[in-house]
Every structure is written in C-alpha cells, then in structure tokens.
C-alpha cells in the first residue's frame, strides 16, 4: 500500500475523526479569532484556577520517607507467606499449585517427607527478576498459604533478599504479637471502598 | 581639571583606533565595527564641544550621527 | 575632582575595549568588546552633562544595533578565528595616525579662533530634555524629518530585501508523499 | 567637601540597594517555588529551616560550593563574564528607581533614589534592555547549539519588546512630560481616581506585557523553555555562575515591578491612613505574586507567536494609543 492508498483508505467505520478548531481561512477570519479569544477572558480562567486551588489550601503532599502510603489489599507487592492462626505452623502444604500455574516460572519449592511422614516444604523460592507479579499464585493456592504483601520498598543488596522462604514467611514474633493480618482474598475491595466507589444500584 | 583638549585627544586617539580598524579588517563585519567607532569618536568631541562652548547645536549633531547606524 | 577620574577611567576603558575591537581575532571578542566601549562612552555623555544622549547611546547602540550585529555572527562559528590578510601593515598605522592629528587638529580650530559664540547658548532652569525638544522641533525640524524618512527607507528595503522568497509557499506535503513512495 | 559627601551617600545607597535587592532576588526564589507549590497542591520545600525557610541559605551554600564548568570548546573569557553581565545590568538599572518617597533620619533628608537623573525612565529601560548581553554572549560562546537557539531567540525576542515596550509608554509620558520617576510618581499622588491606570489602561497591559517578555517569565520564556531549547543559553553554566543568571533574573523582576508600580499605580503615594512606603511595598509584592501566579496558570507561546503579537498586535496599538493620546491632549 502506497502513502496515497493508506491516506486514501476506507476507516469511517472505524475511527471518529476530531476536526478541531476550524483554520481561518482569510485575514479577516483569522483577526476574529484574534479578537475572540481575547475578549473572552479565557486566560483568566486559567489564572481563577490556579488561585481557587491555593486559597482552597487542599495539599496533596505525601512526606514519604516520614508518611507511608496504605495500600489497599490489592495491591500486589512482594509475596508473603502466612502462618496458621492456631498453631503457628505454616499455611503451605506443599501442593505446588502455584508452581505450576506461574506463568514467569519463577516459583521452585522443594518438598520431602518428614519423620511424621507429612508432607514438608523444604525450600520455597521466588525469582523476583522473573516475576511479573501477576497474582496467579495467591488466587491459586487453596490454603491462602501465600499472598501479595505490601511491601513496595524493594531496595536491598540482591533480588534474592525477598525471595527465600524464611524472608516471606511470617516472623515467629510478629506472629506471636497478633500482627500477622489475614489476606482478605485476592480482588477484595479496599478499606474505605465504600466512601471512594458507589453502591451497587439495587441496594438503594 | 579635565578641559576641552583632553576630550578632543580622546576623539583623535579613538578615530584613529578606528582607522586602524578600518584598514585592518577585511572581514565586512569587522569593517562595520571599525567604523562604528569612528562615528563613535567623532559623537564624543560633538558633544564635548558643545559642552564647553554652552551650545546645543554639537548635541544635535550628535544626535542626527545616531540613527545612521540602523539605516546602514 | 571625580571628574577627573571619571574621565581617566572611562577614557582607559573605552581606549581598551576599542583596542580589543580592532586587534582581536576572535570575532566575538571584539563584539562583546565593542559593546562594553559603546556603554563606556555613554559614560563620558552623562560626565558631559548630555544625559538624554547617553540613554539614546545606551538604548540604540548597545541595545538594538549591537543585538542585531549578534544575530549577524550567529550565522558564523564564533569559536574560530576571523582570518585576516594584512597587506601594507606599516601604510595604514602611518595613514590613521596621520589622519587621526587631522582630526584633532580640525576640531582645534575652535579653540584658536576666538570669536565663536553659542547659538543656541543653555538656557536657565530649563532641563536638558525640554532643551533638545525644543531645539529638535525648531531649527533641526527638517533634519529631523529626513532622518525618520531615511530609517523609513532604510526599514522598507530591509523588509524588501529580506521578504522576497516570502510569497513561495514550501509544498512539504507532497514532496513528502514523493519521498516516502521511492522509499517504498 | 560637598562633593564628597554626596558620593559618600550615593555609595552606601547603592550598597543597601544591591544587598537588599539581592536577598530580595533569593528569597523570591523561596517565594515562586511556595507559591508554584500551593497552585499545584504542593507543599513546597518544607525540610530546610522553619517551613523550609532556610531553603534558600540550602540554595546558596550549594551554588557557592559547586565545581564552576567551563566547557572545553567554548570562548572562556566571554563564558566567564556573561553571567557577570546580566547580573550587573539588572542591578545598574535600579539607580535610577525610587523606592521609596523621602524621609527624615538623625535629621538628615534622605532620597531613596541613588541618582536621579531626568531621563530616568528612558535610562532604566535601556540599561534593562543591556541586560540581553548576558543571555546573548552566554548562548554565543557556550559551543553548544541549545545556547546558541537560546541566544537567538534572546536577541529576536529583545528586538520585538523593545518597539512595544518604548511606545506604549510614550503616551503616559506625553500625559505627564517628563521621563523622571519622581515627577511620573508625584503626577498622579492624589489618590486612587488619579492613576495612570485609568487614563492609559491599553498603555499599562501592553508596557505589563512588554514587562513579562523583557524578564524571560513564564509566557514568554521561550529564551530557556526545557521543552523546546533544553535550558537555553544556561545550559552549559554551573554552580554561581549559573546562580548569577538567576539572581539577574529575579532583579530584573523587581525593577520591572517597581517600575510598573510608579509608572500606572500610583508609585509611593499614601493612600489614606496608608503611608507611601507601605503602599509601595504592597504594589510591588502584588506584582511579583503576578509573576509567579502567571506561571502556575499559563502556556508558553512560541517565538513566533511571540513576535507575531509583539509586531502586527501590540505594535500597531501603542502607535494607536500614541495617536489618541496627542489628540486628546491637543
């Protein structure tokens, strides 16, 4: 297809074409535009804004390093690895649903049988440079044995400090303080959804 | 005190900067420098003339010499 | 007092810098060299009492026309050197030294003969600006006239000159179509 | 002996004004960012000082210690004093600004003005217009091609608000007839009604636009717009060198606004139980606020639409105005 084709070719299904403002065509037109544009105080708008805004004084400055943003439960940062409530044994039991469904192959777990003849995951680990944080592995596992976090402060040495088991798994103290929170479900809604989003039309 | 010789030697030593400068350059902008500093020259003892005499019409002078630079 | 030391000043300034004008082999050197003794001379205006003509020297020397002269250079690659051929070097110092005594020899004739009076002597409590008008709009009117139809001229041929091309509209469109089917 | 004291004075005014000016120049910086900050939600720089009041001590101590680079290529004499120039300039012109009206200290008359010439208007505004130098020999000894855009751009813009700014004025100081600022400043000390605001309004909007190009502000800036000529013809300057630029910048502002307060707004003249100095102080504030306010809400234009407006709008409306004027006084 030459360039005259492709101009040339049949889209007014497709595409809705913006004309945009019209080119003046003569001096006369163009001098209307002229006298158009600056007596409709168009720049003072512009100027109402900006000043609104600062006597409004409505700041949306985050200090970061002193305040910390909240992430909502979707957001899908570093794994976690979640501990039973009632013993403090780990969650995963080793089924390797979420090896298997990842779609980077990023996820390797090693398993052997202990000495109560149970299944033990030995070795669990992430490659966080393959991972594409998808989240196909915390809606797989049927334990919500591992779960996105909300970590998204990934400076560190090496990829792999994030990666290995005991790094995503649940500290035994923070466990043992009641700080470990339980994963509300992959796609749940955040906290204060109900003050950002409306109600579904039937419940009003 | 500084009298209308002095004024006048400081005309003569510019103009001839500005001969120099006339002779020398071959360049055509360094050409209209050069005489940019004669007419430069020349304004100076107008003005210094018509200073020390308490007449205007050196100012005047000095003042039609100006708009020729633009004109050029 | 500060007289004298404003004019030494200025005078060694000015002398430099136009020094610098005429000597330097760098192109920019010697613009930004002719601009600073322009200002300076501005300086030995208001010594003399002409204030309007050093502002008319601040405002039409260094500001439009040595602005112009710069957009002149940027056509040039201002980091090389201008290259100068010097024929009879020891002619022309010679000639300009003699012609420059001439000078101040033919603006020294005033100062010999006596019997000169001011026609236009400074009147009394009447400010420097009011005393330019007023001269500019009686005695000088017509010269004043010819200068402003002399810049007119000077305007117009410029705009002449400069705008002859003006009319040819650039057909980028369908040159481009060309160039994009022999590149196909 | 009289002679000297009067040398002796102008001296020490110049000194005041330039150190004044000058902290003025810095903390307008800490001011524009505040106020850019609040027009877009900001904060602004809060972590130096008392709310980031010492930001800019922060500023200066790092511009001072900076390495100053010089190109390898470039001109370096002209390099060096090109920032030098603009700064100069910029405070040059305030000798002949009066700030404030005249007072009384240890029974000793003092004029705030260091010299006062009777041209000072045209005065001001040339030696305002010397100013390009600097952007100009920046941007042509820098061998950088980003400068030297910046330089061109610098001298067409010049070139254009020159015309604009010196006619437009002409027709208030046809109303007036004299270029001194004490005299434009006592023409029109009777209050508010006697402004030259309401007798020349087209004077006053195309001199504020004149004003805005002639500082390189923001709808004009096209001399150093990143997004068009990376920063113009500071683009190879560091350090205090570059610190200077913008230090001629910000003072160039202040004259502008000062000049404009004189000139349309009633300059120093009490208004009511509102003495002069107060008044003047209040204009020039309101002014710098434009400036920066101008910048959080407006577009840049380009150079050709710049100089379109400044040759085939503005220019055509001063020599109107001028026209009107003489009539009217005739």
């Known amino acids: ?204 | ?72 | 007092m500060y007289e004298t030391v404003a004019f030494y000043i200025f005078s060694i300034l000015t002398l430099g810098m136009f020094g610098i004008v005429v000597m330097s082999k760098n192109a920019l050197y010697a613009m930004s060299a002719l601009a600073g003794g322009m200002i300076f001379i501005s300086g030995f205006f208001f010594i003399l009492d002409a204030e309007f003509l050093g502002v008319v020297q601040i405002v039409v020397y260094s500001g439009a026309i040595m602005a112009l002269y710069a957009f002149g250079m940027m056509f040039f690659d201002t980091t090389r050197d201008v290259s100068e051929k010097m024929r009879s070097k020891k002619i022309a110092y010679t000639l300009s030294i003699l012609s420059a005594i001439l000078i101040v020899a033919i603006l020294c004739i005033p100062l010999v003969s006596e019997s000169i009076e001011a026609s236009y002597p400074a009147i009394e409590n009447v400010g420097n600006i009011q005393m330019v008008g007023l001269i500019l709009f009686t005695k000088y009117l017509v010269p004043f006239e010819l200068a402003a139809i002399m810049l007119l001229v000077a305007m117009i041929s410029g705009i002449v000159l400069a705008s002859k091309k003006m009319d040819e509209h650039l057909a980028i469109e369908e040159d481009e179509c060309e160039m994009l089917k022999e590149g196909k | 002996m009289f002679e000297t004291a009067v040398i002796v004075e102008t001296v020490v005014k110049a000194v005041i004004v330039v150190a004044v000016v000058a902290a003025m120049a810095g903390f307008a910086t800490f001011i524009e960012r505040k106020v850019l900050a609040f027009m877009q939600r900001r904060l602004g720089p809060m972590h130096v000082g008392p709310y980031g009041l010492l930001q800019l001590a922060a500023d200066g101590i790092k511009l001072f210690t900076k390495e100053d680079i010089i190109p390898q290529n470039a001109i370096k004499p002209i390099f060096m004093i090109a920032p030098v120039v603009a700064a100069t300039s910029a405070f040059v012109a305030m000798a002949a600004v009066p700030y404030f009206p005249e007072f009384t200290l240890f029974g000793y008359t003092i004029h705030p003005i260091i010299s006062d010439i009777n041209v000072a208007l045209l005065y001001v505004m040339g030696v305002a217009s010397v100013g390009i130098y600097g952007p100009l020999l920046a941007g042509m000894s820098s061998a950088n091609k980003w400068s030297l855009l910046g330089a061109a751009r610098a001298v067409v813009q010049m070139l254009s608000f020159e015309v604009v700014s010196g006619l437009s004025i002409l027709a208030p100081i046809m109303l007036i007839g004299s270029l001194s600022l004490i005299d434009i400043n006592d023409y029109q000390s009777g209050g508010i009604s006697n402004w030259l605001i309401w007798k020349q309004p087209l004077a006053f909007v195309l001199f504020a636009i004149a004003g805005f190009m002639e500082t390189n502000r923001a709808p004009f800036d096209t001399v150093e717009f990143e997004a068009e000529v990376v920063a113009g013809y500071a683009t190879e300057y560091s350090g205090m060198r570059w610190g200077l630029f913008f230090i001629g910048e910000y003072a160039n502002m202040i004259t502008i606004s000062v000049l404009v307060s004189i000139i349309f707004m009633g300059g120093y003249a009490p208004l009511g139980f509102i003495p002069g100095a107060v008044m003047m102080l209040l204009k020039v504030s309101f002014w710098i606020f434009l400036f920066l306010w101008v910048r959080a809400a407006w577009p840049h234009v380009r150079p050709d639409q710049l100089m379109w407006v400044c040759w085939k709008v503005m220019m055509p409306l001063a020599v109107v105005n001028i026209l009107i004027t003489g009539f009217v006084l005739i």
């Open chain 2, 1 to 72: 005190m500084i009298t209308l010789t002095h004024y006048l030697i400081l005309t003569g030593l510019l103009f001839a900067i500005g001969l120099v400068g006339v002779m020398r350059r071959t360049n055509l902008l360094m050409l209209f420098f050069s005489t940019e500093i004669l007419l430069n020259a020349v304004n100076i003892g107008f003005v210094a003339v018509s200073k020390y005499y308490g007449d205007f019409t050196g100012r005047m002078f000095a003042f039609f010499i100006m708009p020729w630079q633009p004109v050029k």
């Open chain 1, 1 to 204: 297809m030459t360039l005259n084709d492709f101009k040339k070719r049949d889209c007014s299904g497709d595409y809705i074409f913006f004309e945009g403002e019209k080119k003046s065509e003569n001096g006369w037109e163009a001098f209307q535009r002229v006298m158009k544009r600056t007596l409709k105080g168009e720049l003072f708008v512009g100027l109402w804004v900006v000043l609104r805004e600062m006597i409004r004084f409505d700041i949306h400055t985050l200090k970061y390093p002193a305040e910390k943003m909240e992430m909502g439960p979707r957001y899908r940062a570093i794994h976690r690895l979640l501990r039973l409530f009632e013993s403090g044994s780990e969650r995963c039991i080793g089924c390797g649903l979420c090896e298997k469904i990842c779609i980077a192959k990023c996820i390797r777990m090693e398993t052997r049988i202990d000495e109560k003849s149970r299944k033990e995951v030995s070795e669990y680990s992430i490659n966080f440079g393959r991972c594409i944080f998808c989240g196909y592995c915390a809606e797989v596992c049927p334990e919500l044995a591992i779960v996105h976090g909300v970590e998204y402060e990934n400076a560190s040495e090496q990829r792999a400090h994030f990666g290995l088991k005991e790094d995503m798994l649940t500290p035994l103290d923070t466990f043992r303080a009641k700080e470990q929170k339980e994963f509300s479900g992959f796609g749940a809604l955040s906290d204060h959804a109900d003050e950002t989003v409306k109600q579904t039309p039937l419940a009003y």
